[in-house]
């Protein structure tokens, strides 16, 4: 079973900080692009930043500077640090892994349940 669990999320108050964790199971962590997502109200869900396992991450123009995206291979878990944060990075954040569960396993498109970020002005 795949399961991909998001933590970190919260309230706070505008250029603030929160580091969000998505711990995964279930399928070749090492060998698998994880992503973060995020979706506001009434929006669609857009790519935050990307997390291949042999590329450099990447980051929509929003966050560059302002967001970091790492990885832990040794416990499986992807984190966001979010630093100076703005009112408009308000959202429900998702992880997902495009991953195998076995090498010889299909590609597949996994996500988490999501977190909430809040942010006050």
């Known amino acids: 079973q795949v399961q991909l669990v998001e933590s970190g999320g919260g309230l706070v108050q505008a250029g603030g900080s929160l580091r969000l964790s998505c711990a995964a199971s279930g399928i070749l962590f090492s060998l698998s692009q994880l992503d973060w997502y995020r979706q506001a109200p009434g929006r669609q869900r857009e790519l935050v930043a990307e997390i291949p396992h042999s590329k450099p991450i990447t980051y929509a123009d929003s966050v560059k500077g302002r967001f970091t995206a790492s990885r832990d291979n040794t416990k499986n878990t992807v984190y966001l640090q979010m630093d100076s944060l703005k009112p408009e990075d308000t959202a429900v954040y998702y992880c997902?892994?495009?991953?195998?569960?076995?090498?010889?396993?299909?590609?597949?498109?996994?996500w988490g349940q999501g977190t909430q970020v809040t942010v006050s002005s």
């Open positions: 997902k892994a495009k991953a195998r569960r076995t090498l010889m396993g299909q590609l597949t498109d996994y």
